[in-house]
């Protein structure tokens, strides 16, 4: 278990630096255009309300029956640890790939399950199949 924190520690902080807010150009040069989507509150997000914090994202969706929940339970333990370590400039942000189907609702309930701290994990919607792709 020691080492598994370990581990994980170690990817959250190689996600951390790359992923800081105080840019939207990532370490690849792709810049991270302007958001603003849907909550699983039903509330905006965007890009706006992340500046000056750190953030961590991921791509799921919520009729996803093999990686999906294990990479939730990742994003979980992370919001754990990061939330222990008392950082609390540290966001989590899931983009569903499948917005027809995860209304805000959908998203709420699938990361219940999860245990899903919502004061910092913002599952988000409301965009185009064509929008996330790109």
């Given at each position: 278990?020691?080492?598994?924190?370990?581990?994980?520690?170690?990817?959250?902080?190689?996600?951390?630096?790359?992923l800081s807010a105080c840019s939207n150009v990532n370490k690849n040069g792709h810049k991270i255009e302007n958001f603003t989507f849907t909550d699983q509150?039903?509330?905006?997000?965007?890009?706006k309300d992340l500046k000056g914090n750190v953030w961590v994202?991921?791509?799921?969706?919520?009729?996803?029956?093999?990686?999906?929940?294990?990479?939730?339970?990742?994003?979980r333990d992370l919001q754990k640890e990061i939330k222990k370590k008392g950082y609390d400039d540290v966001h989590f942000v899931s983009f569903s790939v499948d917005p027809?189907?995860?209304?805000?609702?959908?998203?709420?309930?699938?990361?219940?399950?999860?245990?899903?701290?919502?004061?910092?994990?913002?599952l988000l919607t409301g965009y185009s199949q064509d929008k996330i792709k790109d």
């Open positions: 278990m020691k080492h598994f924190r370990l581990s994980l520690l170690l990817i959250a902080a190689i996600i951390l630096v790359s509150n039903g509330e905006k997000l965007g890009l994202a991921d791509f799921m969706f919520t009729s996803c029956a093999d990686i999906c929940p294990q990479l939730t339970k990742y994003m027809e189907v995860d209304k805000p609702k959908a998203l709420k309930n699938y990361a219940s399950k999860f245990e899903a701290d919502f004061s910092t994990w913002h």
